[in-house]
């Protein structure tokens, strides 16, 4: 994180950013993730950098679902809101997330 910090204020110190502010509001790191007994789908937390509109804190997170069999099916947002979804778990059978 600190190579990445350091060169987001290099690049916004210059004259010329390559990075604006609004890039880094933009950034997104998985946060945690569940996958399903079966192996068929993992869930993951995504967290964006500044916590999104009208958040006070460092960062706002959903829960998506990712299928790892087959191609071409995106991913599914399983949560929205102003809440922190994180640490997925699937229940043995695969066949819901808690969190």
Known sequence: MAPVLAMVIASLASANPSISLDDVSRLQHIDSIGVS???????????????????????????????????GTPPIQLTTGARDDRHPVFAPDSSAVAF
């Open 37 to 71: 007994p079966d192996g068929s789908m993992v869930a993951c937390s995504v967290a964006d950098a500044c916590g999104g509109a009208g958040r006070t804190h460092s960062a706002h997170r959903c829960l998506w679902l990712v299928s790892l069999v087959g191609t």
